[in-house]
């Protein structure tokens, strides 16, 4: 299934310029700076072209085939029709995705909420590369920032550093907390190691193609960093396809390589002209499929689970141009404290909800950047259970640990009782509890086909009561119910990607157009209710403004009910 995608044609304008530029073509001007798509082996055709322009190239991204140049804006047409050329897309600006922190007068969300807790697992020899603003080197994270790169200044190693605060925040909440201190359990996985990758300035705010180096470093240097998890609490407006999208593709790329990518959904979730929860907000590049797509939850600041909502905030799905069902999940990212350096712009924007301790001053931050930092560092505890239960050759690939957290999460309602559609909640919350008890028992090195259980999975969670999984897999535009979890299927593979054309067991066939069950088609056309986020008054930045190209008809079923496809009506 695709959502209807804008002619970047109409106007006369190569199909290969994604929306920003089309726009950008549109207006005029001197020079852009773009990324531009290579197909494989002419590089040289299209440095050619570009010399000829006088364009010198700033990056060269051999990991996704692309590089980096400020080029004429009135050779864009021309550039795109070279055969050599895939794609150009604009090096659009990325940011982080927090809120602005809030009083902290409800209860703020620590380690013990998350069910892993005292589970004797703490991250020990697991690396998270937090692709961020920075990390302070603060005492919460003792030595293990193990390596710190500047990817705005290039990608010089320097001493860590975080102008900003977001970045920190979000390493304090993965790893934070030295065991032993008077501030404990900050952190999910207070023995993690970190690699520190600023990508974003003192405003939180960087480019894209400085996001792709940074992830290209990453993958090139997966093992001499020891490099498990890369974190990515940012993102930026979809211009495109996930097809084609460069940071999508980069993000593709270090899954297959065999690194978690956990990301951001965004804090796009609200319709701005209803101010309610609207569909189809979920950023770049959280519409990646490989990718572990976190949105946010509220745990009202209860150890309970049966109370918690979704924030009204958090982006929803499916993704826009491609209609991939994500949020993979979500994860509590609501009023969560961590440290942040005393010199940090966030503190000096914010310093009047600053919880100072013996240690260091914290925020309280809310948005899907903590969400997703909840998840890596459960990640990282769930890499530590699973090697020290097998001790295997094989590790766990970015698709298994994926639908590990998706199997285990726990069904969420709203406030009025009404369970959360997939769009919104994806598989239902972050249970870390769960996704612990699934590591300790799947044994990675098991032959394909095998059934690769250790022992019998017992779906429940006990914190503060019985807690029930949700027991499903969301699989790029459908969603598997039942035992699939059990054996090394295919679909867990490292280079899968989900969504592909695949056959799974005797009944259910991935492909462009999804058979459910018996009856259900999902087609190439899709109606939605009103409450759309990108309408067509949406500014997206300074200068990027969404057409009226995508049409939303007016049958549509209006409140909770969505109509998908000709067939599926699908609500409470």
């Not at 006088?54 to 004429?72: G, Q």
């Not at 940074?214 to 940012?234: P, Q």
């Amino acid at each position: 299934m695709g959502v209807a995608q804008p002619a970047a044609a109409e106007k006369g304008h190569s199909p290969k310029l994604d929306k920003a530029l089309t726009q950008v073509a549109d207006q005029g001007g001197d020079t852009t700076r773009v990324i531009i798509r290579v197909r494989e082996g002419q590089l040289k055709e299209v440095i050619a072209a570009l010399r000829k322009l006088n364009v010198r190239v700033k990056h060269y991204h051999r990991l996704i085939s692309a590089l980096t140049a400020d080029v004429p804006v009135d050779a864009l047409d021309a550039l795109a029709d070279l055969d050599a050329i895939e794609s150009i897309s604009i090096d659009g600006p990325v940011g982080g995705q927090a809120l602005s922190p809030v009083p902290n007068t409800d209860g703020t969300v620590l380690r013990a909420t998350l069910g892993v807790a005292n589970t004797g697992y703490t991250g020990r020899g697991v690396g998270v590369a937090v692709i961020d603003s920075g990390i302070s080197p603060l005492i919460e994270f003792g030595k293990r920032i193990k390596a710190f790169y500047d990817f705005t200044r290039g990608g010089i190693a320097t001493a860590p550093s975080d102008d900003n605060g977001h970045g920190t925040h979000v390493a304090g909440l993965i790893a934070g907390g030295a065991p032993g201190g008077p501030d404990d359990n900050v952190g999910v996985a207070a023995n993690a190691s970190l690699i520190g990758l600023k990508v974003l300035d003192r405003n939180a705010r960087g480019n894209t193609s400085d996001v792709i180096n940074a992830i290209e470093f990453a993958t090139a240097n997966k093992n001499s960093l020891g490099i498990d998890i890369i974190n990515l609490s940012l993102g930026h407006v979809p211009y495109e396809s996930a097809k084609t999208d460069p940071l999508v593709q980069a993000v593709e790329r270090a899954s297959a390589a065999g690194i978690i990518v956990v990301v951001a959904a965004g804090n796009v979730g609200l319709n701005p002209d209803t101010q309610l929860p609207g569909y189809g907000g979920v950023l770049s590049p959280g519409n990646a499929r490989s990718a572990i797509t976190v949105g946010s939850a509220h745990t009202m600041g209860t150890v309970t689970r049966s109370d918690d909502i979704v924030g009204p905030y958090s982006s929803r799905g499916p993704t826009w141009y491609d209609g991939y069902v994500k949020p993979d999940f979500v994860a509590p990212g609501h009023k969560l404290l961590a440290p942040v350096s005393t010199t940090s712009e966030l503190l000096a924007t914010n310093g009047t909800t600053k919880v100072v301790t013996l240690k260091n001053t914290y925020l309280p931050l809310t948005g899907t950047s903590m969400a997703a930092a909840v998840t890596s560092g459960t990640i990282a505890l769930m890499l530590e259970a699973n090697r020290l239960a097998f001790w295997a050759a094989r590790p766990l690939t970015p698709n298994t640990v994926k639908a590990m957290l998706q199997y285990s999460a726990l069904p969420m309602r709203d406030q009025v009782g009404a369970a959360y559609d997939y769009l919104t909640v994806g598989a239902g919350e972050l249970n870390g509890d769960g996704g612990l008890k699934l590591a300790s028992l799947v044994n990675p090195s098991a032959p394909l086909g095998a059934y690769w259980l250790s022992g019998p999975i017992n779906p429940v969670s006990n914190i503060a009561g019985t807690q029930v999984w949700a027991q499903n897999v969301i699989w790029g535009e459908n969603v598997v119910w039942g035992d699939t979890i059990q054996q090394n299927l295919p679909p867990w593979g490292q280079n899968v990607v989900w969504g592909d054309n695949l056959v799974w067991g005797e009944n259910i066939v991935w492909s462009t157009n999804i058979v459910w069950s018996t009856n259900i088609v999902w087609s190439t056309n899709i109606v939605w209710s009103t409450n759309i986020v990108w309408s067509t008054n949406i500014v997206w930045s300074t200068n990027i403004v969404w057409s009226t190209n995508i049409v939303w008809s007016t049958n549509a079923v209006s409140g909770d009910n969505l109509v998908w496809g000709d067939n599926l009506v699908w609500g409470n």
